[in-house]
Protein backbone atom coordinates (compact mmCIF):
# COMPACT_ATOMS: atom_id res chain seq x y z
CA UNK A 1 0.00 0.00 0.00
CA UNK A 2 1.07 3.33 -0.92
CA UNK A 3 1.70 6.38 1.45
CA UNK A 4 -1.39 8.22 -0.26
CA UNK A 5 -3.88 5.14 0.01
CA UNK A 6 -3.01 4.60 3.78
CA UNK A 7 -3.43 8.32 4.11
CA UNK A 8 -6.60 8.70 2.45
CA UNK A 9 -7.85 5.47 4.41
CA UNK A 10 -6.48 7.09 8.18
CA UNK A 11 -8.96 10.24 7.07
CA UNK A 12 -12.17 7.91 5.85
CA UNK A 13 -11.85 5.96 8.87
CA UNK A 14 -11.44 8.98 11.21
CA UNK A 15 -14.69 10.31 9.79
CA UNK A 16 -16.41 6.91 9.23
CA UNK A 17 -15.63 4.58 11.77
CA UNK A 18 -16.50 1.22 11.67
CA UNK A 19 -18.19 1.99 8.61
CA UNK A 20 -15.24 2.56 6.19
CA UNK A 21 -15.33 -1.14 6.42
CA UNK A 22 -18.91 -1.22 4.98
CA UNK A 23 -17.29 1.01 2.34
CA UNK A 24 -14.27 -0.83 1.41
CA UNK A 25 -16.33 -4.15 1.01
CA UNK A 26 -19.12 -3.07 -1.24
CA UNK A 27 -16.69 -0.54 -3.21
CA UNK A 28 -13.64 -3.61 -3.33
CA UNK A 29 -16.89 -6.18 -4.96
CA UNK A 30 -18.09 -3.25 -7.40
CA UNK A 31 -14.43 -2.50 -8.67
CA UNK A 32 -13.09 -6.30 -8.28
CA UNK A 33 -10.31 -5.13 -6.71
CA UNK A 34 -9.79 -5.13 -2.45
CA UNK A 35 -7.32 -2.10 -2.91
CA UNK A 36 -9.82 0.36 -2.88
CA UNK A 37 -7.89 3.07 -1.98
CA UNK A 38 -5.06 2.50 -4.46
CA UNK A 39 -7.71 2.79 -7.19
CA UNK A 40 -8.90 6.30 -5.49
CA UNK A 41 -5.21 7.43 -6.29
CA UNK A 42 -4.82 5.87 -9.57
CA UNK A 43 -8.58 5.65 -10.60
CA UNK A 44 -10.34 8.39 -9.01
CA UNK A 45 -13.30 8.24 -11.79
CA UNK A 46 -13.07 4.38 -11.21
CA UNK A 47 -13.22 4.69 -7.69
CA UNK A 48 -16.09 7.22 -7.66
CA UNK A 49 -18.60 5.80 -9.86
CA UNK A 50 -18.29 2.43 -7.50
CA UNK A 51 -18.68 4.63 -4.83
CA UNK A 52 -21.78 6.70 -6.29
CA UNK A 53 -23.18 3.25 -7.27
CA UNK A 54 -23.24 2.09 -3.59
CA UNK A 55 -24.94 5.76 -1.87
CA UNK A 56 -25.14 7.89 -4.91
CA UNK A 57 -24.97 11.69 -3.53
CA UNK A 58 -23.48 10.73 -0.64
CA UNK A 59 -20.43 9.56 -2.63
CA UNK A 60 -19.82 13.72 -3.25
CA UNK A 61 -20.14 14.07 0.79
CA UNK A 62 -17.68 11.47 1.68
CA UNK A 63 -15.46 12.51 -0.95
CA UNK A 64 -15.57 16.04 0.28
CA UNK A 65 -15.10 15.49 3.60
CA UNK A 66 -12.00 13.02 3.36
CA UNK A 67 -10.22 15.53 0.61
CA UNK A 68 -10.76 18.56 3.32
CA UNK A 69 -9.28 16.70 5.54
CA UNK A 70 -6.75 16.07 3.22
CA UNK A 71 -6.80 19.55 2.66
CA UNK A 72 -6.56 20.56 6.42
CA UNK A 73 -3.43 18.72 6.80
CA UNK A 74 -1.81 19.93 4.13
CA UNK A 75 -1.55 16.61 2.04
CA UNK A 76 -3.03 18.00 -0.77
CA UNK A 77 -2.50 21.30 -2.72
CA UNK A 78 -6.34 21.16 -4.20
CA UNK A 79 -9.39 22.70 -2.99
CA UNK A 80 -11.36 19.73 -2.01
CA UNK A 81 -14.46 20.48 -3.93
CA UNK A 82 -12.51 21.39 -7.12
CA UNK A 83 -10.90 18.31 -6.40
CA UNK A 84 -14.09 16.72 -6.75
CA UNK A 85 -15.31 18.40 -9.67
CA UNK A 86 -12.58 17.18 -11.21
CA UNK A 87 -12.45 13.92 -10.52
CA UNK A 88 -16.26 13.38 -11.54
CA UNK A 89 -15.35 15.28 -14.77
CA UNK A 90 -12.23 12.97 -15.85
CA UNK A 91 -9.94 15.96 -15.74
CA UNK A 92 -8.00 13.86 -12.79
CA UNK A 93 -6.64 10.81 -13.92
CA UNK A 94 -4.68 10.29 -10.67
CA UNK A 95 -4.31 11.94 -7.40
CA UNK A 96 -0.83 11.30 -7.07
CA UNK A 97 -0.09 14.83 -8.79
CA UNK A 98 -2.25 16.61 -6.00
CA UNK A 99 -0.51 15.14 -3.12
CA UNK A 100 1.61 17.54 -1.36
CA UNK A 101 4.32 14.88 -0.54
CA UNK A 102 6.92 17.05 1.77
CA UNK A 103 4.12 17.21 4.51
CA UNK A 104 4.41 13.31 4.62
CA UNK A 105 7.56 14.27 6.56
CA UNK A 106 5.39 15.71 9.29
CA UNK A 107 2.77 12.57 9.10
Known amino acids: MVVESILLRRYASSLLGGGVKVLEK ?33 ADAILTLIFMKCFQHGVIDVEPRKLLEDIKSGEVSSLRSVFNKKSYSTL
Open 26 to 58: YVAEKLGNDNVWEVLVDEPSRFYNALRSFIRDG
